[in-house]
């Protein structure tokens, strides 16, 4: 009654397993290669740029002489432009979310915004640098300054603040919302006391993606006409300025060695910035979701 | 060996008349250290109905994917035992997956057909193992057709072979899988709950299908609904917390329960 | 009697919060507002702005003229060659990016486990959160030096070192955005095709691939899109010789790195090159703003395929 049966691979499924194991290794050799490169990419920086890291690097204004040169314009003009642009998007961006989420949920001006940020966060980052020249920079006549930068900077990431928050917003379980509002609340007094403070934690990590993004973003500053070479630490919104990205710029594209090792130097600077922000990020998550599940 | 035990027990037992090729033994599934199936032992008749009815999460789907080694794919899932297919021990570490389960196919709860075309949906099996490699084109259609026939599917979809599946209603869906499991010409044909999705005259429709299809296959099929099983099966197996606690010719299941449990659940005390 | 009573409470409330509520309320709208401003003020700017520069040059001269230089006399205002540069550097990251984006899509969605994921994820992020100005620092240092070894008649500026770093800095972005379809297809569609007795690279390639390919189309689309876009990488090392040209191993030059180029040279306002970067940056706009509707489009009707 039971028929011979051969359960053994047949000589066509060898073949077969044997390709699923070449793929199989050919897919882990492809995200093996991302890797790779971005072993291959922080060798070239360290190995060209390490030796030139020093205190003095940080602390001296740039120079025309390469090995007297620093990041200290730079660092400076970085920070004021990361506080500033935050302290623009930060706000309008957390803002327009709680607006998308908690005020109108569907309807036709939510559809229109909704579509809208997503196209914008594909715009790219060279369109914004033009806008934040024509409007900024001559119309508003804000010039070559810190405030100028950190407008258009702030606008380069509104899109990313608004997504981060949005989906930070739709993590709070309507639990939540249902019984603040069973209290008499008011739904602001829902989303401050009580919506914001839990999605905080989505919250923090969307601001230190946009800062991450805007600590790296060069071309718009190029744009809004960012100086290549200052000797000062600008003193406030108005001053003009440089930063990090347009000075490892300016380094780059000179063609003697000692400058490029400068560039390897500042984007170690910036790399080690953008390290310590995330990190700071992590901590912050870290200890608010502590709060909310003690 | 226990299956002679339940046979002589008491009453006529389950419906073996016709052999066996496919035997649970000693079998034991898990999923990490939770147990989901204990010690199970049966068989399932050739070109017979098996059913296995229980209340949700007592084991039934886990049984069922256990037969055609579905449940490798869950990590933390652990079989000890034998499930013996012509007698070979399918877990044999000689003995290769995708052999067995081209033996058997298998219809899911919800209708999953790949999105591409019909045709291609009930070529799928056949190309993978190339059963008509080196034919005529026509010898594939011919069999697409066969399949579509056999599923009671082909008047409905004729002049649309080439429409995507998703096209179908729920039912034809249904339909189509198992169009798409009796492709591969298998012996045994594994159905976990196939109806359940589905309405009353899809569900009937099916139903009539599995009668049908009873003499050329091995059908085992797990289901909630006890009419169902009392239809269509000629053995049923009821499965309560992991246990088999009563495995029986279909009408003597329903009719003379020999367990207290089984009593209680097909007269619906609980579950 | 109760009635009024319950009524009057919160009128009275209401009456208290409403300047605080109502202006708050306000902000909030006029926030989100922002964006749609900011889209309406950008394509104000680049038309306003480039108002001028097609008084000089019509439409049609710039979009089929071959010959861009505009700041040597004779002067000429034909963007294809700044639009060959830009697809030199598109086709070149593609065809790094795509295949190899996929792929790594399909490892992190199919075939590593939960821990190697936890620790590819995060270095596939990094990957994607460096700055580009650093990808143009290494296609100089690095990418340029290696070509060289292969190809003595490279120059110092190519459009093939820009494709190879551009391609590296979309790879992640490609990765995830295909892991993230991929991810999508439902778990019923592998099962059943394993029930047929398929193996895994069957699964993926016959079933999960083909279920998610509009998906994954999106996403190549939305990683094109960025190439167009990217700025700093091909600045630093495509060069800046805008040319009709097939072969990779020359200078180029892209759109954006002639409006950085132009912006970089302190050009006063009112001349034509000034306005030239208005009008190259219309038409970067509308590519790639074109490029994103379409992919976003997919990906809607993707996600809705299997909700
Ligand atoms: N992938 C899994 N991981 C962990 N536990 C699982 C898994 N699948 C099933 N289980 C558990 O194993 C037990 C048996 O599950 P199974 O799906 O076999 O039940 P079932 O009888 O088919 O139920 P239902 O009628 O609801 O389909 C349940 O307790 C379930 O929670
Ligand atoms: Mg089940």
New interface residues.
């Given amino acids: 009654m039971s028929r011979p049966i051969d359960l053994t691979p047949s000589p066509a499924l060898v073949v077969r397993r044997r390709r699923d194991r070449l793929f199989h290794a050919f897919a882990f050799a492809g995200a093996l290669l991302c890797l790779v490169v971005l072993a291959l990419l922080l060798f070239d920086i360290v190995s060209t740029g390490a030796a030139r890291l020093s205190w003095e690097f940080i602390n001296s204004f740039p120079s025309r002489f390469a090995d007297r040169a620093g990041v200290r314009a730079a660092l400076w003009g970085s920070a004021w432009l990361m506080i500033v642009t935050m302290a623009i998007a930060g706000p309008i961006g957390v803002a327009a979310a709680i607006y998308l989420e908690e005020f109108t949920r569907r309807g036709r001006l939510a559809a229109i915004l909704e579509i809208n940020i997503s196209n914008l966060a594909g715009v790219p980052s060279i369109i914004y640098g033009i806008l934040g020249l024509a409007f900024f920079v001559r119309w508003l006549a804000l010039g070559r300054s810190i405030l100028a930068g950190a407008l258009t900077m702030a606008l380069l990431v509104l899109p990313v603040v608004i997504i981060a928050t949005r989906e930070a917003l739709r993590a709070v379980p309507g639990s939540l919302r249902a019984a603040s509002f069973a209290l008499g609340a008011s739904p602001l007094q829902t989303v401050l006391r009580v919506v914001l403070p839990s999605a905080m934690p989505g919250i923090v990590t969307g601001l230190i993606l946009a800062l991450s993004r805007a600590i790296g973003e060069t071309a718009p500053l190029i744009m809004i006409g960012a100086l290549t070479y200052v000797a000062f630490v600008p003193q406030g919104p108005m001053d003009s300025f440089t930063a990090l990205p347009i000075q490892i710029f300016d380094w780059a594209s000179r063609p003697q060695a000692a400058f490029q090792q400068n560039a390897a130097a500042g984007i170690l600077v910036l790399l080690a910035l953008l390290l310590v922000m995330n990190s700071i990020g992590i901590l912050i998550r870290q200890r608010a979701s502590r709060k909310l599940q003690p | 060996m226990k299956i002679e035990a339940l046979r002589t027990s008491q009453g006529a037992g389950p419906d073996l008349a016709t052999g066996s090729t496919l035997e649970v033994r000693g079998c034991s599934i898990r999923y990490g250290d939770k147990p989901a199936v204990n010690d199970v032992t049966l068989a399932f008749a050739l070109h017979r109905v098996t059913a296995l009815i229980g209340p949700s999460g007592c084991g039934k789907s886990t049984l069922l994917r256990a037969l055609n080694r579905m449940n490798d794919h869950i990590q933390s899932c652990r079989l000890e035992g034998q499930v013996l297919y012509h007698g070979q021990d399918i877990y044999d570490p000689a003995i290769d997956a995708a052999e067995v389960r081209k033996r058997m196919g298998m219809v899911f709860q919800k209708p999953n057909p790949f999105p591409k075309s019909i045709f291609d949906n009930v070529a799928f099996g056949p190309r993978l193992n190339g059963t008509f490699r080196g034919q005529a084109r026509q010898a594939l259609a011919d069999h697409v057709e066969k399949c579509l026939r056999a599923a009671g599917l082909w008047e409905e979809v004729k002049d649309r072979l080439r429409d995507s599946a998703l096209s179908l209603s729920g039912g034809q869906q249904q339909r189509l899988c198992i169009a798409r499991a009796i492709a591969n010409d298998p012996e045994v044909l594994l159905m976990d709950e196939p109806c359940s999705a589905l309405d009353p005259i899809s569900t009937a429709r099916i139903e009539e299908l599995i009668l049908d299809m009873r003499e050329n296959y091995t059908i085992v099929i797990v289901t909630h609904n006890m009419e169902q099983a009392a239809r269509v099966s000629d053995n049923t197996g009821f499965l309560l917390s992991g246990d088999l606690v009563e495995f029986n010719n279909t009408a003597d299941l329903f009719s003379r329960p020999r367990s207290k449990k089984t009593e209680d659940y097909i007269t619906g005390r609980f579950g | 009697m109760s009635l009024s009573t319950t009524q009057r409470i919160p009128l009275r409330s209401e009456q208290k ?1 409403r300047p ?2 109502f202006s ?2 306000a ?6 507002l ?3 401003v ?2 309406l ?2 394509v104000v ?2 038309v306003y ?1 480039s108002i001028p520069f097609f008084r000089h040059v019509s439409p049609w001269e710039f979009l089929l003229g071959t010959q861009w230089t505009p700041l040597l006399e004779p002067r000429a205002f034909g963007v294809l060659p700044l639009v060959v540069g830009t697809l030199h550097v598109v086709i070149g990251a593609g065809l790094i990016a795509l295949p ?1 984006g996929l ?2 899509g ?3 969605s ?4 939960p821990r190697t994921r936890a620790l ?1 994820k995060p ?2 992020e ?2 994607a ?10 296609a ?3 990418v340029t030096p290696i070509l060289q070894r292969f190809f003595p008649s490279i120059g110092l500026f190519n459009s093939l070192s820009a494709s190879i770093v551009v391609g ?1 800095m979309i ?2 972005f490609v ?1 995830s955005l295909c892991e993230d379809t991929l991810r999508a297809v ?1 778990r ?15 699964v ?4 999960v691939v ?2 998610a390919l509009s998906g994954v189309l999106a996403s190549f689309i ?1 990683a094109l ?2 190439a ?5 990488a091909v ?2 090392a495509a060069g800046s010789t805008p040319k009709l040209t097939a072969n990779v191993l020359e200078s180029i030059q892209t759109m ?1 790195a002639y ?2 180029q132009v ?2 040279g ?1 050009t006063p ?1 009112g001349t034509i090159e000034y306005q030239s ?2 009008a190259v ?1 219309l038409l ?2 509308l590519v ?2 074109a ?3 379409a ?2 489009r997919i990906l809607k009707r993707f996600r809705e ?1 299997y909700e």
């Fill in positions: 919060f605080v509520e708050a309320l902000f909030l709208r006029a926030s989100a922002v964006s749609i900011t889209t003020a950008i700017v680049l702005e190899l792929l790594t399909i490892f992190l199919e075939y590593a486990g590819l270095l596939v990094v990957l959160g460096i700055p580009t100005v650093v990808y143009g620092f290494f100089l240092t690095f590296i790879l992640p990765a439902p019923s569609l592998r099962d059943g095709a394993y029930a047929l007795g398929a193996t895994k690279a069957e993926t390639l016959k079933v083909p279920g939305l899109s960025r167009i876009g990217e700025t700093m600045t630093l954006t409006i950085v912006s970089l302190d306002r970067i208005f940056g970067l706009f790639t703003l490029l994103n509707i992919s976003n395929h």
